[in-house]
């Protein structure tokens, strides 16, 4: 028996290091595998998804009874955090004792119960404000200060400074003033006694033009033309015949996306300035647009729109060598007519000549047509198959305009960036019982009150961003909170508005629309910036967002 047991020990053994041998070339083999993926794997864009499921998503077209959710695309401030130049270094509690460190005498004077008027101009007057908007406001970068001045009273100071919201990832500078009652604390300090709200400090403000008024001295036609300095979204001039045709450039001509969704826009837009800067080339730009009639209470396309209005092209300028399209067309015409010799010019009519073959091309303009029926004249299907290896859409130079980001900040400031936020998605697919069967009764204003309850405490400012159309919809919730609504912010795109003065100058004098992308496009941001956020989707619903069996 003992022999028995002796002789079936070793085959026992032995398989047990066989299996666990294999076991272990099978990790070994896995790990290997895994690491030359990673390896590999170089995404075309931003997001880790295919470009050809990217593409079906930006470009996807809706029919009545399915309406996609008209949600703003993220741009490139959203995507990656970009990095604050150095001479724009925020202001902290050690910055601030640095400056005090410069200054011997800290306090007033000796005796300090009679101090008589406040001396905005005491640098201890801006450190006492500065360490009190540290304290208050914890969601703002403080990035420069202006000297305080005098308010309305002898107690109080005016101060002006720039900032930016810790949400939002750009080095963009936003702008506020307020006005500070003072007071003396303990060791004869200045202390804050009271804190205006937002752009209360008016004699901080930036000086203001008199306004345009008629004839005979009545109320101004116009606000006074004010230009937000941050802002420089001028075209860019070609210059000489001898800088025209020294460039190289790329020129898309207008295609089958022209008053398609921004959002199949912009991916069109990305993939020719990604072609552009992959040539080493300029890429010209029609600043016209067309804006869907879905963003449009007409419900029809309009055509004329400014890219400026939506984009910010001063940053589109310092990220991406660009020409608008009728400054090239000028430098273009102006050499054939003054030269025998007439511009090189490369013409491609169809999408399936692959940037690689471009790639050594010398024409001055390489000039893409897109005169195919639609799908075929997509500006987009130029960086599909092969050519989306090579081609990395250049997210990072897309930024919203600094004027609809200044409207958002306006509307936050206002609520002293301490709100939450709730997105009530309702319009068509409350509607559409087939696809979303309860949403309607989810987001009636008591099924809201109840649930939101549950996630806000009470009397908070409650920014609800919305597609329902009836203002006094909410009303209900007012019992609890301090309800806010886009609506209620319209002076801030009124004919007496920054915003609108800025956006008429560059339509030739013409008033612009706050049209349905501008809001669309607003009441997000805001959304984002708010402390709690409330989805439909997620938190008020058990529908799903694209309709029945998608979530």
């Known amino acids: 028996m003992k022999e028995s047991e002796l002789s079936t020990e070793p085959i026992g053994q032995n398989l047990i290091k066989l299996i666990s041998n294999l076991c272990f070339s099978l990790f070994v083999f896995s790990v290997l595998i895994f690491t030359v993926i990673a390896i590999t794997y170089q995404p075309p864009d931003p997001w880790l998804e295919s470009a050809p499921a990217l593409t079906k998503l930006f470009t996807q077209t809706e029919n009545a009874t399915f309406k996609n959710d008209d949600s703003i695309l993220k741009t490139g401030e959203d995507l990656v955090t970009v990095a604050t130049p150095t001479a724009l270094n925020p202001i902290t509690e050690t910055v601030i004792e640095k400056s005090e460190g410069k200054i011997s005498n800290l306090s007033l004077k000796s005796d300090c119960e009679d101090v008589g008027p406040v001396n905005c101009s005491d640098p201890f007057v801006l450190f006492t404000v500065e360490r009190f908007n540290l304290k208050i406001f914890k969601f703002i970068v403080f990035l420069e200060y202006q000297t305080p001045v005098s308010g309305s009273k002898p107690d109080e100071c005016d101060v002006a400074w720039r900032f930016r919201n810790k949400k939002e990832k750009s080095w963009r500078k936003y702008r506020d003033f307020r006005r500070f009652k003072l007071g003396i604390g303990e060791n004869c300090t200045y202390t804050v006694v009271h804190a205006g709200d937002w752009h209360s400090g008016i004699n901080a403000r930036r000086p203001r033009n008199r306004p345009n008024t008629t004839r005979n001295g009545g109320n101004p036609k116009l606000a006074p033309p004010i230009r937000d300095e941050e802002i420089n979204d001028t075209i860019p001039i070609l210059g000489s015949d001898m800088n025209f045709r020294k460039g190289k450039y790329l020129y898309y001509a207008r295609g089958g996306d022209y008053c398609k969704g921004m959002n199949h826009y912009l991916w069109s837009f ?92 010398k024409s001055t303009i390489i000039w893409r047509q897109f005169e195919a029926s639609e799908p075929e004249n997509y500006w987009y299907r130029v960086c599909e198959g092969q050519a989306a290896k090579y081609i990395q859409r250049p997210w990072h130079a897309l930024w919203k305009s600094k004027r609809l980001m200044n409207i958002v900040t306006e509307i936050s400031g206002q609520m002293d960036w301490d709100f939450d936020a709730v997105h009530v998605v309702r319009g068509e697919k409350a509607l559409n019982k087939d696809h979303w069967p309860h949403l309607d009764s989810d987001t009636s204003p008591d099924a809201l009150l109840t649930k939101l309850k549950e996630m806000i405490q009470p009397w908070r400012n409650l920014y609800i961003a919305t597609n329902e159309p009836f203002y006094n919809y909410f009303d209900k919730l007012r019992s609890q909170y301090k309800v806010h609504l886009l609506d209620d912010y319209k002076e801030l795109w009124s004919n007496t508005s920054e915003w609108y003065n800025e956006t008429t100058q560059l339509n030739d004098g013409k008033p612009v629309e706050f049209d349905g992308y501008m809001r669309v496009a607003v009441d997000t941001e805001v959304l984002y910036r708010a402390k709690t956020r409330v989805e439909t989707f997620y938190n008020l619903t058990k529908d799903c967002k694209d309709g029945v069996n998608t979530c």
Request: charged share 35%; aromatic share 12%; net charge positive.
């Open 270 to 361: 990305l993939c020719g300035l990604g072609e552009a800067m992959y040539l080493n080339r300029t890429f010209v730009m029609d600043l016209s647009i067309c804006l869907s009639a879905s963003y449009n209470p007409s419900n029809k396309d309009e055509e004329g729109k400014d890219f400026r209005y939506y984009f910010d092209f001063e940053h589109l300028k310092e990220a991406a060598s660009v020409v608008e399209e009728s400054e090239l067309l000028r430098g273009w015409k102006k050499w054939n007519r003054g030269h025998k010799r007439k511009v090189p010019v490369k013409k491609v009519t169809t999408y399936k000549v692959t940037p690689m073959q471009l790639k050594k091309d």
